[in-house]
């Protein structure tokens, strides 16, 4: 099955700088690979997400991108705030039959912004 | 905008009794997915439906049994239940859209603890 690592597993950044986040995945037939953001006690909510056949995504302030060929991804956060703070996951889905999306996740990041 | 719906949030068992817990997905979402997030853990897949149709399996145990009704809501039974049981339970939904796989939408969870 799908493996997922995730790195860092914790992370401090100032405000204002930049936070990256990097994921690597086990299956080369992974083609949807979403980001969440899980705040204390509550769900995981997605963010931004990026299917195989686009090598990069941005949204205002967060960013993904991923290579194929190496099979990673990355999350990157510019211009951090203090409510980014957070535990990050990434995660994978193969889609090879109809029904079969269950995402795979990494082990998390815990970005704290430090004020 | 409508968000899935989890209940209850905090629920108390002992060891052998058996728990129920309600999903209602985002209005108009036809999928829902299980997800068991340990302690400091990554959410971990348990079982998905799709137009009430046990769609994918992952890792639930023998004990759970889960279905999905007739107005999409889904129900995860829980018996015999365990000390390493103890977790939070994620319900997850998607609708079927033009591109696959589709974004899931994860609700606030039900913090399940076995004493």
């Known amino acids: 099955g799908e493996n997922v690592e995730q790195h860092p597993s914790t992370l401090s950044v100032q405000e204002g700088d930049s936070a990256v986040i990097k994921c690597t995945y086990s299956d080369s037939a992974s083609n949807y690979f979403p980001w969440y953001k899980q705040e204390l006690g509550k769900g995981p909510q997605l963010i931004i997400d990026?299917?195989?056949?686009?090598g990069e995504k941005k949204d205002q302030r967060i960013a993904v991108t991923l290579n194929k060929t190496a099979k990673h991804f990355s999350l990157h956060i510019t211009e951090t705030q203090p409510e980014d703070s957070a535990v990050y996951f990434c995660?994978?889905?193969?889609?090879?039959?109809?029904?079969?999306?269950?995402?795979?996740f990494g082990t998390g990041t815990r970005l704290t912004i430090i004020p | 905008a409508a968000g899935v719906i989890q209940s209850p949030r905090h629920l108390i068992k002992e060891k052998r009794e058996t728990a129920t817990l309600k999903c209602y997905p985002i209005p108009r979402h036809d999928t829902v997915y299980w997800y068991q997030q340990g302690p400091g853990q990554d959410p971990q897949f348990l079982i998905s439906f799709y137009e009430k149709m046990q769609s994918d399996k992952g890792s639930i145990p023998d004990r759970f049994s889960a279905q999905q009704f007739s107005d999409y809501h889904s129900e995860l039974n829980m018996s015999s239940l365990e000390l390493g049981d103890s977790a939070l339970y994620f319900c997850a939904s998607s609708s079927r859209g033009r591109d696959r796989p589709y974004e899931q939408y994860f609700g606030p969870g039900t913090r399940l603890t076995v004493t």
């Open positions: 995660a994978a889905t193969v889609d090879l039959y109809f029904g079969n999306e269950k995402l795979t």
């Open positions: 990026i299917r195989s056949n686009v």
